[in-house]
Structures are given as structure tokens and as C-alpha cells.
């Protein structure tokens, strides 16, 4: 879409910290036997302005699913759009990225959940974070759930995957954190909370 933090089509094919976010994303993406095709860049023009910060996310019309429906045909690739932010999460977190769906419609492009979401601002400060959203994202896109869910008491069905109990939550937040999770599944690139060192991708 274009963000404030200087990234479009043209700039992102060079910019030094874009590119290390695409490369910790495909490096995870390696791991599980993913390869890549060729990349397309493409700024957005109609209707892109008012889509640069998400302030919607659910009900009628909501702006993620206006930006969704201005995906198109990859094949078999993901659409990723990349916006200021999207504004929502619980107090003290931000919305890193949303995906379309878990699965997202596979192959059809152009619906209201053709795509993932990642929010731009802050990504100069942790490109590896970025990157590793968009792996994560992905993950949703093609049909994976959080391994654990922030109140440890919900996990994935996949039998290879660690799972965070609630009563791993040590401070009593409500949230079982990738520190509060080490070797029980806060490492893998699909645990609910973002970090650098999330990038395991099985048991």
C-alpha cells in the first residue's frame, strides 16, 4: 500500500531492512520444504490512501476486507499487504499482522479474506520480526493455528507441536509468554506471540 517508514514497490526491492525481513521469512518458509517463486512487488493505486492505517477489521465493509478485495491472480502465490498499522489488539499489544482466513480461500483472489495484513510501523526497529510475521501470517493463510493461545488453554490439533499450558503463566497476566513457554512451544514460528527467536517449525 505504501508506509510511512519510506517502503513501496520500487523501494522494498532494495531496501536493506525489507530484505532482511524477506529473508528470515523465507529462510523459515525453507524449513518446511517451501520454495519460492518470483516475488512481485506492486504498489496499490485506487482507494489506497484511505487503506494505509486498518481501522476496521470486522462487520460490514470493513477496511482489511476492502484492502483483501484488491488482490489478484498469483497462482498459487499469497497476497501480502503492507499498511501502517491495523488498529485493535488487547491494551499493551499490537496487531502485527492478519491473515484472511485459517485456511485463507486458496487460489481465489479478489474476496474480502484474499490476503495477509502486516502492520509496517516499528518494522525498521526488528526487520527479523517482521519477517517472521509474515512466516507466521502465512501459517495462517495456509491453514496452520497458534500452537498455543495467549491464555494457554487452547492449542493446536497437530500431535508434533509443543503446547503451552495456562499454568505455565508465572506472573498471573492472563498470558503465557515466549519466555514463560521456553521448551514448551514458544519457540515455534506459529506461538501466538511474536519474537526473533519464535522460528521453530516442529517438534
Not at 462487520?59 to 497476497?79: A, W
Request: proline share 4%; net charge negative; aromatic share 8%.
Amino acid at each position: 500500500v505504501g508506509t510511512n517508514e519510506g517502503i513501496n514497490a520500487t523501494t522494498a526491492k532494495t531496501d536493506g531492512d525489507f530484505q532482511r525481513a524477506m529473508v528470515a521469512f523465507e529462510s523459515l518458509y525453507r524449513k518446511l520444504g517451501i520454495d519460492f517463486g518470483a516475488v512481485v512487488y506492486e504498489d496499490l493505486s485506487s482507494g489506497a490512501d484511505a487503506l494505509r492505517t486498518i481501522d476496521s477489521v470486522d462487520g460490514p465493509n470493513n477496511e482489511l476486507g476492502q484492502l483483501f478485495s484488491k488482490s489478484r491472480d498469483l497462482g498459487q502465490g499469497i497476497n501480502f499487504f503492507f499498511v501502517n498499522e491495523i488498529v485493535g489488539g488487547d491494551e499493551g499489544f499490537i496487531i502485527l499482522g492478519i491473515a484472511g482466513g485459517i485456511p485463507g480461500p486458496p487460489a481465489i483472489q479478489g474476496t474480502p479474506h484474499s490476503g495477509v495484513a502486516l502492520t509496517m510501523m516499528g518494522s525498521r526497529d526488528e526487520p527479523d520480526v517482521l519477517g517472521q510475521t509474515m512466516a507466521h501470517e502465512g501459517g495462517h493463510y495456509l491453514g496452520l493455528f497458534h500452537t498455543s493461545e495467549s491464555s494457554g488453554t487452547s492449542h493446536d490439533p497437530l500431535p508434533d507441536t509443543a503446547q503451552c499450558k495456562a499454568s505455565n503463566d508465572s506472573d498471573f497476566d492472563g498470558y503465557v509468554t515466549t519466555q514463560e513457554c521456553a521448551g514448551k512451544g514458544g519457540d515455534n514460528f506459529m506461538f501466538w506471540l511474536a519474537s526473533v527467536g519464535s522460528n521453530k517449525v516442529s517438534d
